[in-house]
């Protein structure tokens, strides 16, 4: 038996006594609703799907500068987080105090769910930036690689402050996959080469192009990206491919050919610009000439000698946790000597749309399975200097492609 009065529940219990329950305050309903919200949207962006911004043109002009887009974690299964204890709905900074958001004292290993299936050529991917392992504090956002090469390990070391981090919480990055495991990568004259066969070019991926005039301007749009005016005949535009028969086209135009800042065989001057794998003596490589490559796929067995080792140092020694060693000509590898190594990880090879203005795999190589967080899905919100961005709202990436 039970009835209600007008401050609180009571009911008859076994011994006969009545009983109360009360009801929750009303900051009590807020905190449960709370709680509950926080834990729903972190399954979700665990497993599910996450909302994700384009902060750089690399991947220009396919996805722009704010774009909002969601990434789904279902494409190539979720990726059970690595680092388990961690402020919910938060990379890896607190936002306003800064500071990490999580701790390593709890460190998980590599596990993902099955997904609808693997990384394909030419997917749009999220993943962990793999050179992002460590950081300069002052420079979150920059190489500390690459300034270590221009200005030297120590100087940078006792200069800034170097923070480490684990796999899941290096900074997200977002390319296209050109290559899988086991294809063969090679760059002619700024052109993709896979296993022999020339990549596909997307109409709006871009490319830094020399455009010869009659001394005239060229006469083209101003929806048209000049990079550099080299004389009063000769600019540098950075063109998508859809454009570049426009602007051949143009009145005053007499030629339009891809601009190759570096020909084969030669490396750039300045250390920042070197490309993978920053051996200048064994492998004469560049931007714009690169490979051939063969990208590592589990399972693989490859030769290792002092002139190839630079390949294969941070896959063996960062990524799949082996000690390294090279003295005398030899490499010893978890203590032992080696002439071989057989990959424990498929890697992947990403680069931006946007070929002449993309930090990507020329510059820190292959991208381990592990660091892969999703596929990018559709743009669900996009603005630029005009306002919002109306034709690309609720578009697939596929649909934007083209």
Same mark, same amino acid.
Not at 7 to 35: H, I, N
């Given at each position: 038996m039970?009835?209600?009065?007008n401050?609180a529940?009571t009911?008859?219990?076994?011994?006969?006594?009545?009983?109360v329950?009360k009801?929750?305050s009303v900051?009590?309903?807020w905190?449960?609703?709370?709680?509950?919200a926080?834990v729903?949207?972190?399954l979700i962006r665990t497993?599910?799907f996450?909302?994700?911004?384009i902060?750089t043109?690399?991947?220009?002009g396919? #996805?722009?500068?704010?774009?909002?887009l969601?990434v789904? &974690?279902?494409?190539?299964?979720p990726?059970v987080?690595?680092?388990?204890v961690a402020?919910?709905?938060?990379?890896?900074? #607190?936002p306003i105090?800064?500071?990490?958001?999580y701790?390593e004292?709890?460190q998980?290993?590599? /596990?993902r769910i099955?997904?609808f299936g693997?990384?394909?050529?030419?997917d749009v991917?999220?993943?962990?930036f793999?050179?992002?392992?460590?950081?300069?504090?002052e420079y979150p956002d920059?190489?500390?690689f690459?300034f270590?090469?221009?200005?030297?390990?120590e100087?940078i070391?006792?200069?800034?402050?170097i923070i480490?981090?684990?796999?899941?919480k290096?900074e997200?990055?977002?390319? /296209?996959?050109?290559?899988?495991?086991g294809?063969?990568?090679?760059?002619k004259d700024?052109?993709?080469y896979i296993?022999?066969?020339?990549?596909?070019l997307?109409p709006?991926?871009?490319l830094?192009y020399?455009?010869?005039?009659n001394g005239n301007?060229?006469?083209?749009e101003?929806?048209i990206e000049?990079s550099?005016?080299?004389?009063?005949?000769?600019?540098i535009?950075?063109?998508?491919?859809?454009?570049?028969?426009e602007v051949?086209?143009?009145?005053?135009v007499l030629?339009?050919k891809?601009w190759i800042?570096?020909?084969?065989?030669?490396?750039?001057?300045?250390p920042?610009?070197?490309?993978f794998p920053h051996?200048?003596?064994?492998?004469k490589?560049n /931007?714009?000439n690169?490979?051939p490559i063969t990208i590592?796929?589990?399972?693989?067995t490859?030769a290792?000698?002092?002139?190839?080792i630079?390949?294969?140092?941070?896959?063996? &020694?960062?990524?799949e946790g082996?000690?390294?060693?090279?003295?005398?000509g030899?490499i010893?590898?978890n203590? &032992?000597?080696?002439?071989?190594?057989t990959? &424990? #990880?498929d890697?992947?090879?990403m #680069?931006?749309d946007?070929?002449?203005?993309s930090?990507?795999?020329?510059?820190?190589g292959?991208?381990?399975?592990?660091?892969v967080v999703?596929k990018?899905?559709?743009?669900w919100?996009?603005?630029?200097e005009g306002?919002?961005?109306?034709k690309r709202?609720?578009?697939?990436?596929?649909?934007l492609?083209?």
């Amino acid at each position: 038996m039970a009835f209600w009065n007008n401050k609180a529940k009571t009911a008859l219990g076994a011994t006969g006594e009545t009983t109360v329950k009360k009801r929750k305050s009303v900051g009590r309903e807020w905190l449960d609703a709370a709680l509950f919200a926080i834990v729903a949207a972190t399954l979700i962006r665990t497993f599910f799907f996450e909302a994700y911004t384009i902060p750089t043109g690399s991947m220009e002009g396919t #996805m722009l500068v704010n774009d909002y887009l969601f990434v789904s &974690k279902l494409a190539y299964g979720p990726r059970v987080p690595m680092t388990p204890v961690a402020v919910p709905l938060v990379h890896n900074t #607190m936002p306003i105090t800064g500071g990490k958001s999580y701790t390593e004292s709890v460190q998980w290993k590599y /596990r993902r769910i099955p997904g609808f299936g693997d990384v394909k050529r030419n997917d749009v991917v999220v993943f962990n930036f793999p050179s992002g392992d460590t950081v300069i504090a002052e420079y979150p956002d920059q190489d500390y690689f690459t300034f270590c090469r221009a200005s030297g390990r120590e100087y940078i070391n006792n200069n800034f402050h170097i923070i480490t981090r684990p796999v899941d919480k290096k900074e997200n990055y977002i390319k /296209r996959c050109v290559a899988v495991p086991g294809d063969m990568l090679e760059i002619k004259d700024a052109r993709i080469y896979i296993n022999g066969t020339i990549a596909p070019l997307f109409p709006h991926s871009k490319l830094n192009y020399v455009v010869t005039t009659n001394g005239n301007p060229p006469g083209v749009e101003d929806n048209i990206e000049l990079s550099e005016r080299l004389n009063n005949n000769i600019y540098i535009y950075n063109l998508e491919n859809c454009q570049v028969a426009e602007v051949a086209k143009a009145p005053n135009v007499l030629s339009v050919k891809p601009w190759i800042a570096y020909p084969a065989g030669v490396t750039a001057a300045d250390p920042s610009n070197w490309v993978f794998p920053h051996d200048t003596v064994n492998y004469k490589w560049n /931007r714009d000439n690169f490979g051939p490559i063969t990208i590592p796929k589990a399972g693989a067995t490859v030769a290792l000698t002092p002139q190839n080792i630079a390949l294969y140092r941070r896959i063996i &020694k960062n990524y799949e946790g082996n000690t390294l060693d090279e003295t005398g000509g030899k490499i010893l590898i978890n203590g &032992k000597e080696s002439t071989a190594y057989t990959f &424990k #990880m498929d890697y992947y090879w990403m #680069m931006g749309d946007n070929r002449h203005n993309s930090l990507d795999s020329r510059y820190w190589g292959f991208v381990p399975v592990d660091h892969v967080v999703g596929k990018a899905w559709f743009v669900w919100l996009s603005y630029g200097e005009g306002g919002i961005r109306w034709k690309r709202l609720l578009r697939g990436i596929s649909s934007l492609e083209k």
